[in-house]
């Protein structure tokens, strides 16, 4: 004869498994991958580019409205001004370090512009007269910007290092277009595209803020790309203008899927939401955000909140 507290306990457990069962078939599976619209259309200039999420949660991007403007957009897509530019200033590429300042490439002026945390005055961080127009900027655990700075008539051009102090470094001059950047989680590979050329390049960065060991990552047969950035497990998203695709690649330079837009111009994505798995993306064909589920949290994401 078995214990009547054994056999008791025995349908407990299957009882509370069936149900567990029940609610876990119940709740709909996640769905990933699939982009769409979060801001209406035309919010935004054409010019809309640099998505970027600070530790609240809150989205900003560029020239909402009207150009030489940074737009913030709740995560409910709720949209506003956020801060005018100084007078003949256009923002492309947005960052922020861990203490939550605000980078904005500025690419008519030559400048990398700040806004403090907790603040909403612009103000010059660096100014190189030599760059062509800084683009995209790419951000390190040391707080060291790295800025991609094409010459879109010669399709030629140079990646820039910016160092907290606002010191300037030519890292690397005679490239393709230079425009997508970004940091590898590990901090030491930094990743460059090429948008006229359609090649990524991979180089070693080094703990001193150097690059070396240049190498090909993937090179696509077709259309251009702009933005990209990495997840948490070192994967790029990179975006694909003219396509209306997001790449997804491997560190190892394996295309691993590219997930549809609805828009065809992307100029670029960022990561943030509750957990860091919500992908947002500019679109300027569109003049909106459109936004899909991804797998992984974003690398920035991760960095700026733990």
């Known amino acids: 004869m078995q214990n009547p507290c054994s056999v008791l306990l025995f349908v407990t457990l ?4 069936a149900i567990g069962t029940a609610v876990s078939q119940d709740k709909p599976a996640e769905i ?24 609240s949660g809150m989205l900003y991007a560029v020239n909402f409205g009207r150009q030489g403007t940074i737009g913030q957009v709740t995560q409910t897509g709720q949209t506003s001004v956020f801060v005018e530019l100084p007078e003949g200033s256009i923002g492309n ?3 922020f370090n861990r203490q ?6 500025d690419y008519p002026k030559h400048n990398i512009l700040i806004v403090k945390s907790g603040s909403r005055q612009v103000r010059v961080l660096a100014h190189e007269s030599r760059m062509n127009q800084p683009n ?29 102090s606002g010191e300037v470094t030519l890292l690397e001059a005679n ?12 901090n030491k590979t930094l990743y460059v595209n090429e948008s006229a050329q359609r090649k990524v390049w991979a180089y070693d960065l080094s703990a001193a803020g150097q690059i070396s060991h240049k190498r090909l990552l993937i090179e696509f047969p077709d259309f251009g790309m702009d933005g990209m950035r990495c997840d948490a497990k070192g994967n790029l998203y990179i975006v694909r203008y003219g396509k209306g695709t997001v790449a997804k690649v491997s560190p190892t330079g394996t295309l691993l899927q590219e997930i549809a837009l609805i828009g065809k111009k992307p100029t670029n994505i960022a ?17 909106n955000i459109e936004t899909f589920r991804v ?7 991760v960095l700026n909140t733990k």
């Open 100 to 105: 939550g300042d605000m980078f904005i490439a």
């Open 14 to 17: 299957v009882i509370a498994g």
């Open 32 to 55: 990933l991958f699939k982009s769409s619209v979060f801001t209406q259309a035309n919010g935004f200039t054409s010019g809309v580019e640099g998505p970027a999420v600070d530790q």
């Open 136 to 164: 995209d900027i790419a951000i390190d655990r040391k707080g060291r910007l790295y800025a991609s700075d094409p010459n879109w008539k010669a399709n030629t051009g140079n990646i820039w290092r910016i160092d907290p």
């Open 295 to 301: 797998d992984e949290p974003g690398q920035e994401w």
């Open 175 to 186: 490239m393709g277009t230079t425009n997508g950047i970004e940091v590898s989680p590990d």
């Open 93 to 95: 590429g947005i960052r």
């Open 271 to 287: 990561f943030g939401g509750k957990d860091g798995r919500t992908a947002y993306v500019t679109l300027q064909d569109q003049g």
